[in-house]
RNA sequence: GUGGCUGUAGCUCAAUGGCAGAGCACUUGAUUGUGGAUCAAGGGGUUGUGGGUUCGAGCCCCAUCAGCCACC
């Protein structure tokens, strides 16, 4: 058996977990952070950085690659993992966020989607069967169903029709998988959709867990723009019902404290373009928050990014030189600064993980979020409902 | 030396004699299944200098300084 997930330390005060999910490509330690590589790379990242970063699996994208290079061309040159020369575990996503985030110009029916490039306007096609096809192609350990990924706010009404489609989609995807893929070789996921509706999130688990089986489930449609309190309250209803024995994967999240209240409710696996994405506009982030490396006052400082970080970059550059090279436009620096932002979440997950063992990750959530200067949710919202009662009297 | 043109924000330039502006740069934020993109907010001026005309001058007049061009 290529996949197997075993849950190696349950919290008793959380339902945080840390796990170990065995792929043909290697072992992934949970809870994990998967960098993101939409276009086969890590934007500005070598394959030793990231070794030396020590990321366990990176993702990357079907639509991007379908359109370019092309999932044929890639599948000639043996694959994802040599085109890229990457040994360790890939996933990648089905590409149904990008048709609908992407394309203004796409018209879904129940078959599947039409929609135009927005590289060059040309017309394509994408089905749960031939997304199902071109994954193949890629040939990633972890495959994700093509889905729906309902905008923020949408009606009701609207997520209702969504989630059925994307449900009826999902069946047809695990159907094509099973019967024409390689169901041994890559993991195919359900993603779960519903939108903010707690009703249509508790049908989209019911629908995906019960009468269909997957290997493993994310939680799609969330960082979609919506108010923090609610993604929050939206991943505590739903993660609960996910069943223990597999891996559950939050798609597009996140920042730090997304990512630990994350683990806080069981979650396992996380992607985010974040780090990298604002590694490219100067910002890192720091136990204490943020540095922008674009800000004046670092002219003349000498100190690293953050101090005690053990990346590549705060062993080896000042603030001072970033910051100058930041200003002057020098490509070094996006990759620099993306090092030491990629850096930081693996190595936050690697010290959740540690801390799961240690049966202290609770407090050492909050032990992070005082250092990052955030109010944990929990007591925000208590101070809500505090200052609600006083106005009351 | 003579004639002409030009002097407005750090830069490039707008502004009928009627509230001195834009782009870039600068400062500070934002960025969540990736466009190195983008967005938001902010600071900045004795309009070269000194006089004059006018209710009112960046604009008209005089002088002066500086830069550029042409000609002795």
Not at 4 to 24: C, E, H, M, W
Not at 126 to 138: A, R
Not at 198 to 220: A, C, I, K, M
Not at 258 to 271: A, R, S, T, W
Request: hydrophobic share 40%.
């Amino acid at each position: 058996m290529s996949f197997k997930f075993d849950v190696l330390k349950n919290s008793d005060k959380s339902a945080a977990r840390a796990g170990i999910l065995q792929t043909p490509h290697g072992e992934i330690p949970t809870p994990v952070f998967m960098p993101v590589g939409t276009q086969a790379t890590v934007k500005t990242l070598s394959r030793d950085e990231l070794f030396a970063i020590d990321a366990k699996i990176i993702l990357s994208n079907t639509y991007h690659l379908y359109l370019r290079p092309g999932h044929e061309l890639i599948a000639e040159m043996g694959g994802l993992h040599r085109f890229i020369n990457w040994p360790r575990p890939l996933l990648t996503d089905s590409g149904g966020f990008q048709v609908f985030s992407l394309g203004p110009l796409r018209k879904i029916d129940e078959e599947g989607v039409t929609f135009k490039s927005h590289l060059d306007g040309s017309s394509h096609r994408f089905t749960p069967e031939s997304v199902m096809k071109v994954e193949e192609n890629l040939g990633a350990d972890i495959i994700m169903a093509f889905d729906e990924c309902a905008p923020y706010p949408s009606e009701y009404e609207y997520t209702q029709a969504a989630l059925n489609r994307t449900h009826r989609w999902a069946a047809r995807c695990l159907e094509a998988h099973n019967r024409y893929g390689k169901p041994d070789q890559q993991a195919l996921f359900g993603i779960v959709q519903g939108g903010f509706f707690q009703d249509l999130r508790e049908e989209s688990v019911r629908f995906l867990t019960q009468e269909l089986d997957f290997p493993g489930y994310s939680l799609g449609g969330l960082s979609v723009g919506e108010p923090k309190d609610i993604f929050y309250e939206t991943m505590a209803y739903t993660a609960p019902l996910m069943p223990k024995e597999k891996p559950l994967y939050v798609m597009g999240v996140g920042s730090p404290e997304d990512l630990l209240e994350g683990i806080l409710n069981g979650v396992d696996m996380f992607d985010c373009v974040l780090p990298t994405r604002i590694a490219r506009n100067g910002a890192c982030i720091v136990k204490d928050g943020r540095v922008n490396l674009r800000n004046a006052t670092l002219a003349r400082d000498e100190r690293p990014i953050m101090e005690g970080c053990g990346c590549y970059t705060c062993q080896n550059h000042s603030r001072a030189y970033l910051r100058h090279l930041f200003r002057t436009e020098e490509i070094l620096g996006l990759r620099l600064a993306s090092i030491h932002n990629v850096y930081f979440l693996v190595d936050l997950m690697r010290q959740a993980r540690q801390a799961i063992f240690d049966a202290c990750f609770e407090e050492f959530r909050l032990e992070f979020l005082a250092n990052f200067r955030i109010i944990p949710h929990e007591i925000r919202a208590k101070n809500r409902e505090a200052r609600a009662a006083n106005h009351r009297k």
